[in-house]
T-cell receptor, first 117, second 115 residues
Framework: AQKVTQAQTEISVVEKEDVTLDCVYE???????LFWYKQPPSGELVFLIRRNSFDEQNEISGRYSWNFQKSTSSFNFTITASQVVDSAVYFC??????????????FGGGTRVLVKP | SAVISQKPSRDICQRGTSLTIQCQVD?????MFWYRQQPGQSLTLIATANQGSEATYESGFVIDKFPISRPNLTFSTLTVSNMSPEDSSIYLC????????????FGAGTRLSVL
């Protein structure tokens, strides 16, 4: 069975501070995909990144960066110099290899980020 | 990403009635899914909408309660039947595009309140 744990339920920061969101996953698949989604107050889920299990390179996209460590089954997300518009709920998700578990997404519980001006 | 239109965006319904939610995509997609997000909770997959055949339901969800149709590659409906207050949730449609397998893009969701 697959499981995604986001231990932080809510994080509050002041604008321009950095914030790191933790994500730990469990899976028996050898090939799998990890995702981060953002859900602003409007409710729509916005895709941020996909990482496959064979690619452990860290990635940076603007103020966003991701740290994938297979040895600790973690896929953490850092927002640098946070802004008020970053206030949202962020979900980490996992899907198995296409042949094994289909394309089902297993979501973590989400972390609410509140950026205060 | 695909443009995904979900209707209605929100509704308030009476107990015992049914609501049909529509999901329309602007291009052909390989997979369509329906999720439920209960208040303050994470997302749970209800079912995979299969084109031209019965949907594949996850454990805890049944066709009688959540009938799903997918008559073509760009359209699907989810019906929430015989509603109770416990069905108050956000229902989200997601799709996988042919050009971006294994990435699900989500619609804006339908906020349902059952009185």
């Amino acid at each position: 069975a697959q499981k995604v744990t986001q231990a932080q339920t809510e994080i509050s920061v002041v604008e321009k501070e950095d914030v790191t969101l933790d994500c730990v996953y469990e899976t028996r698949d050898t090939t799998y995909y990890l995702f981060w989604y953002k859900q602003p107050p409007s409710g729509e889920l916005v895709f941020l990144i996909r990482r496959n299990s064979f690619d452990e390179q860290n990635e940076i996209s603007g103020r966003y960066s991701w740290n994938f460590q297979k040895s600790t089954s973690s896929f953490n997300f850092t927002i640098t110099a946070s802004q008020v518009v970053d206030s949202a709920v962020y979900f980490c998700a996992l899907s198995g290899s296409f042949k094994a578990a289909g394309n089902k997404l297993t979501f973590g519980g989400g972390t609410r980020v509140l950026v205060k001006p | 990403s695909a443009v995904i239109s979900q209707k209605p965006s929100r509704d308030i319904c009476q107990r015992g009635t049914s609501l049909t939610i529509q999901c329309q995509v602007d291009s052909q997609v390989t997979m369509m899914f329906w999720y439920r997000q209960q208040p303050g909770q994470s997302l749970t997959l209800i079912a995979t909408a299969n084109q031209g055949s019965e949907a594949t339901y996850e454990s805890g969800f049944v066709i009688d309660k959540f009938p799903i149709s997918r008559p073509n590659l760009t359209f699907s409906t989810l019906t929430v039947s015989n509603m109770s207050p416990e069905d108050s949730s956000i229902y989200l449609c997601s799709v996988e595009r042919v050009a971006a397998k294994n990435i699900q893009y989500f619609g804006a969701g339908t906020r349902l309140s059952v009185l």
